[in-house]
């Protein structure tokens, strides 16, 4: 089985072309074939990657992966 914990940081990933990403996540993730394609979603918290295979509008598989917070974010109590 080829599906292992990916060991890049999320800074990292996004430093990638889409096409080094795609290229990328086929070594890490078992259900994509070389036929799927990927978006890549940034939000406020993070980013989402969404998986969709050949001819599909709705993606198979979601990724999401959290901007990383420091401990001195956690301890800014200004509500």
């Known amino acids: 089985m080829k ?6 940081s ?3 990933l996004l430093k990638m072309s ?3 990403l795609f290229e990328y996540l086929k070594e890490y993730e078992e259900s994509v074939k070389p036929t799927d394609s990927i978006e890549v ?3 406020e918290h993070g ?5 969709y295979h050949k001819n599909e509008k709705k993606p198979y598989k979601t990724q999401v992966y959290l901007n ?3 401990d001195l974010d956690l301890l800014d109590d200004t509500r």
């Open 10 to 12: 999320l800074e990292d």
């Open 41 to 43: 979603v940034p939000f």
């Open 3 to 8: 599906s292992r914990s990916i060991d890049k």
């Open 68 to 70: 990383r917070i420091d």
């Open 47 to 51: 980013t989402k990657i969404l998986y």
């Open 18 to 20: 889409k096409d080094e």
